[in-house]
């Protein structure tokens, strides 16, 4: 149990396009997403706090035009990456809670976002 | 505020025990948690201890809290090659909704 996939494992782009990154809890259901960003051998950046049906709570100096958060269902949140930039080259990673025992976070495999 | 630290690298030979120590902030820490990530991968939880708890056991893991000190630490026994990974110590603290601050992680390598 506790399974969270992301869709795509990895996505290269030009700069100034925006891109979609899925992510799903497949066997329960989702109250609160967490959306993080990992640098090479650093850990992880939270970026933002979601829950079902209302606004995503953004972490300190990260951009909420930048990075639209999306958590329209109980099993789904996406992340779109609005005019990308190769600065925003990096591996992002959901992750989702909402298990009754702990709440504890179970994280997707992961996005890694390559910006040429 | 919150901060967790944990050492950057530990080295062991296969079938000795490994033990990754982590150092925490902030004491109203409610679960404390250890996940292992792979290259090129997600998180994966390992376990998780909750703060009124000294020890907890499973399989070959074996975490300590020292809540006074605020440390804690993961044992891993008879370490296998498999076992080389980023190890990320995280706390919870009751000062926000569910957030979690990880430590650096720790990488361990695993001599065959």
């Known amino acids: 149990g506790a399974v969270v996939s992301q869709h795509p494992s990895w996505v290269i782009c030009k700069s100034g396009t925006s891109v979609k990154i899925e992510c799903r809890s497949l066997?329960?259901?989702?109250?609160?997403m967490f959306w993080y960003r990992q640098f090479p051998k650093q850990s992880l950046m939270l970026m933002a706090t979601?829950?079902?049906?209302?606004?995503?709570?953004?972490e300190q100096g990260v951009e909420k035009d930048k990075f639209l958060i999306n958590h329209a269902s109980l099993t789904l949140s996406t992340l779109t990456v609005t005019s990308a930039h190769p600065e925003d080259s990096s591996f992002y990673i959901c992750?989702?809670?909402?298990?009754?025992?702990?709440?504890?976070?179970?994280f997707g495999p992961g996005t890694r976002l390559t910006v040429l | 505020g919150e901060d967790v630290e944990q050492s950057l690298f530990l080295s062991v030979r296969e079938g000795d025990s490994s033990v990754i120590n982590c150092t925490y902030t902030?004491?109203?820490?409610?679960?404390l948690y250890w996940y292992k990530q792979e290259p090129g991968a997600g998180l994966q939880l390992l376990t998780y201890?909750?703060?009124?708890?000294d020890m907890k056991q499973d399989q070959r893991l074996t975490v300590l809290l020292n809540k006074k000190d605020k440390h804690l630490s993961l044992r891993i026994a008879d370490t296998q090659t498999g076992d080389s990974a980023i190890y990320f110590c995280?706390?919870?603290?009751?000062?926000?909704?569910?957030?979690?601050?990880f430590g650096i992680g720790t990488k361990l390598q695993v001599i065959p």
């Open positions: 992750s989702a809670s909402g298990l009754a025992e702990t709440d504890t976070q179970y």
């Open positions: 066997d329960f259901q989702a109250t609160t």
């Open positions: 979601s829950n079902e049906g209302s606004k995503a709570t953004y």
């Open positions: 902030d004491s109203s820490s409610t679960y």
């Open positions: 201890i909750f703060s009124n708890m």
């Open positions: 995280a706390e919870r603290y009751s000062g926000g909704y569910q957030k979690v601050t």
